[in-house]
């Protein structure tokens, strides 16, 4: 059976993402009661667990509350290494940016509950996009800022230098962009299909002057040693469904996989704010932009491995997953990953 985790359940260590954002909010002469409106936080029990759905207000709250456009890549600078015993140990270990980045996927429930990272690599480019883990299509925005620029963060700080980044979104340039300047630099790109960060990969085995592979090594054995953190729904579903995306699943079957009835897992899903459908589309859209860029695929050949009797019928659902015919988008994904 699939582990996973509701959006509702107790899972983040109240004493850690969540106090960081509380004393942020508090630092600007915000109050209490604006923070927690509508939570079920209690800074008084920082032993407890927050769900992620209260987390998630919280941060809603405070963005609201402060309602400043660095306040998002305020919050990311002091997201990682996290204060997670053995994951943020190892993070801060790191030897270099591939184990960073894989650390980062490995521990992602711990170090990064409300977004999931992935990591891949193809033709001497490296990329970490990230994918939701609790439901959270309002604060998205905001969510890909504070993440990316934690990753930044951390990187500049373990490498003593800032890495060439460039940056894809998954949605229309903001009104301000003068913050996405400051703190991830001006290669930006809006209007993408997904929410990516993209380096040189021959950036992913330069030393790192504060790393220890040993250290790290040690580090990640005892957090293999400790208890799992269930990842969310949307974060488990991605990963079942990228890996049968050759044969896709229905939702009755992924239902009885993730242990609950058809019914029960449609209303998880509707309460994260998604459907199966759209989850499923997500995860063909990434395969096929995958298959373009890192395999030279064609058209036939992206429909023969997302199971599509022709490439007409591929062409179609492409476009209908993304607005735009594949060519186009194609093109696009080219000049964004600096490849046209």
């Given at each position: 059976?699939?582990?996973?985790?509701?959006?509702?359940?107790?899972?983040?260590?109240?004493?850690?993402?969540?106090?960081?954002?509380?004393?942020?909010?508090?630092?600007?002469?915000?109050?209490?009661?604006?923070?927690?409106?509508?939570?079920?936080?209690?800074?008084?029990?920082?032993?407890?667990?927050?769900?992620?759905?209260?987390?998630?207000?919280?941060?809603?709250?405070?963005?609201?509350?402060?309602?400043?456009?660095?306040?998002?890549?305020?919050?990311?600078?002091?997201?990682?290494?996290?204060?997670?015993?053995?994951?943020s140990n190892a993070l801060v270990q790191a030897p270099n940016l591939r184990a960073a980045l894989t650390l980062l996927c490995r521990w992602h429930a711990r170090l990064?509950?409300?977004?999931?990272?992935?990591?891949?690599?193809?033709?001497?480019?490296?990329?970490?996009?990230?994918?939701?883990?609790?439901?959270?299509?309002?604060?998205?925005?905001?969510?890909?800022?504070?993440?990316?620029?934690?990753?930044?963060?951390?990187?500049?700080?373990?490498?003593?230098?800032?890495?060439?980044?460039?940056?894809?979104?998954?949605?229309?340039?903001?009104?301000?962009?003068?913050?996405?300047?400051?703190?991830?630099?001006?290669?930006?790109?809006?209007?993408?299909?997904?929410?990516?960060?993209?380096?040189?990969?021959?950036?992913?085995?330069?030393?790192?002057?504060?790393?220890?592979?040993?250290?790290?090594?040690?580090?990640?054995?005892?957090?293999?040693?400790?208890?799992?953190?269930?990842?969310?729904?949307?974060?488990a579903l991605y990963d079942y469904l990228l890996e049968r995306v050759r044969v896709a699943p229905s939702l009755e079957q992924a239902a009885h996989d993730f242990g609950?009835?058809?019914?029960?897992?449609?209303?998880?899903?509707?309460?994260?704010?998604?459907?199966?459908?759209?989850?499923?589309?997500?995860?063909?859209?990434?395969?096929?932009?995958?298959?373009?860029?890192?395999?030279?695929?064609?058209?036939?050949?992206?429909?023969?491995?997302?199971?599509?009797?022709?490439?007409?019928?591929?062409r179609r659902s492409f476009k209908r997953w993304t607005g735009q015919a594949p060519l186009s988008l194609r093109s696009g994904l080219s000049e964004a990953l600096g490849?046209?």
């Amino acid at each position: 059976m699939i582990a996973w985790s509701a959006a509702t359940d107790p899972t983040i260590p109240a004493h850690q993402q969540p106090a960081l954002v509380l004393e942020y909010a508090r630092s600007r002469d915000v109050a209490d009661a604006a923070l927690l409106r509508g939570t079920r936080v209690t800074p008084s029990d920082p032993a407890g667990l927050v769900a992620p759905a209260d987390y998630l207000q919280l941060l809603t709250n405070a963005l609201r509350a402060l309602d400043n456009p660095e306040t998002s890549f305020m919050l990311g600078q002091q997201l990682l290494p996290g204060h997670d015993g053995a994951p943020s140990n190892a993070l801060v270990q790191a030897p270099n940016l591939r184990a960073a980045l894989t650390l980062l996927c490995r521990w992602h429930a711990r170090l990064t509950p409300l977004l999931r990272p992935r990591f891949e690599t193809w033709d001497g480019v490296a990329a970490l996009y990230w994918v939701d883990s609790h439901g959270a299509p309002a604060l998205r925005g905001a969510l890909v800022e504070m993440h990316m620029t934690a990753v930044v963060a951390l990187c500049r700080w373990l490498g003593a230098e800032r890495l060439p980044w460039r940056f894809c979104f998954n949605r229309a340039a903001p009104r301000h962009v003068e913050q996405h300047h400051v703190h991830l630099g001006s290669a930006l790109r809006f209007g993408c299909q997904f929410d990516a960060m993209l380096i040189g990969a021959a950036y992913l085995d330069r030393p790192w002057p504060r790393g220890s592979a040993l250290a790290a090594d040690l580090a990640a054995r005892a957090a293999a040693g400790e208890p799992e953190r269930a990842p969310g729904l949307l974060a488990a579903l991605y990963d079942y469904l990228l890996e049968r995306v050759r044969v896709a699943p229905s939702l009755e079957q992924a239902a009885h996989d993730f242990g609950v009835s058809p019914a029960t897992f449609k209303r998880q899903l509707a309460r994260h704010g998604t459907h199966f459908q759209a989850e499923l589309d997500q995860v063909r859209t990434h395969v096929a932009l995958w298959l373009f860029q890192a395999q030279g695929a064609d058209n036939d050949a992206v429909a023969r491995h997302l199971g599509f009797h022709d490439a007409a019928n591929f062409r179609r659902s492409f476009k209908r997953w993304t607005g735009q015919a594949p060519l186009s988008l194609r093109s696009g994904l080219s000049e964004a990953l600096g490849l046209a």
